[in-house]
């Protein structure tokens, strides 16, 4: 079976994007087993996640993600700017603002130029309560951490995932030993994200993510937009900022009405091609 699929990366997180609408009625039944080969960067065509785009309406998509192991997940921010770029693009919607349905839920989307898309990455939320966060509280969100003998303060947000965000003065540091040994602590929360702020000015900072060795692919995203509600609620910054990627620049607003954090980001194609998949017995379309 030949598979018609492009190559899409966001700040440096590639992903595969494979249409319903141009390829056979059956693939949907198989595309788990698509994805294990096509992600290969070895023998496929590499990436961090397979996108499959179900047939939608004027405004809105149906997405399924699927990550390197075959199993469905959930859509990065990169990934998500990806989807809505083509779909944009490709006449599947016809409207700049729509809705793509996920496995996690509905996101808003809206197309701003012929290069940046606006995502919405959700509500910002309390890991230890999962109550709503908002600027101005009289809670401390600080916490702290006994790290071989020294005190390290870091500020949690839950926003999908947990994160812990720890606020540098630059990155003249071991980024990754360093969170290892705060990841190694037994008190600190499993499978939280680790963040490195450098706060340049109200408007601009700089993040560098430590993912542990988990499977989040694209997940810089999530971990800047909470580290843009660590930093509001520790005073450091505005609303309104841009966050410096190792990959790439983003431009976040943590909206004060509906307490909804937006993203707005690069998403771009980088070529397209055709794959071709053997099929099993029993998954030929008829």
């Not at 087993?33 to 405004?59: K, P, Q």
């Not at 500020?155 to 969170?179: E, H, K, Q």
């Amino acid at each position: 079976m030949e598979i018609d699929f492009l190559k899409m990366q966001g700040c440096g997180d590639d992903v595969i994007l494979v249409d319903a609408a141009k390829n056979h009625s059956g693939l949907a039944e198989s595309v788990g087993r698509l994805t294990r080969g096509m992600l290969d960067r070895s023998r496929g065509v590499g990436g961090n996640s397979l996108l499959y785009l179900g047939r939608g309406d004027r405004d809105r998509l149906d997405l399924r993600g699927f990550t390197a192991d075959g199993e469905q997940s959930v859509v990065s921010a990169n990934a998500l700017r990806c989807a809505a770029r083509y779909g944009s693009d490709s006449g599947a919607v016809t409207v700049d603002e729509f809705t793509i349905e996920t496995a996690g839920g509905p996101v808003k989307a809206q197309i701003i130029d012929s290069v940046n898309v606006r995502v919405d990455m959700g509500m910002p939320l309390s890991r230890e309560t999962q109550a709503e966060i908002r600027e101005m509280s009289r809670e401390s969100f600080t916490r702290s951490i006994l790290v071989e003998g020294r005190s390290v303060s870091y500020t949690p947000i839950s926003l999908g995932r947990s994160y812990a965000l720890l606020f540098v003065p630059d990155f003249s540091f071991p980024v990754n030993r360093t969170a290892r040994r705060i990841a190694a602590q037994p008190d600190f929360p499993s499978e939280t994200g680790i963040g490195f702020v450098q706060i340049f000015n109200r408007e601009e900072m700089r993040l560098r993510v430590w993912e542990g060795g988990e499977k989040y692919p694209g997940d810089e995203c999530a971990c800047a937009a909470a580290a843009l509600v660590a930093s509001v609620v520790n005073g450091f910054a505005d609303r309104e900022a841009f966050v410096h990627l190792r990959r790439g620049d983003i431009f976040l607003q943590w909206e004060e009405g509906e307490n909804r954090i937006w993203l707005t980001g690069p998403a771009q194609y980088v070529f397209s091609g055709i794959y071709e998949f053997e099929e099993k017995q029993g998954e030929r379309p008829s």
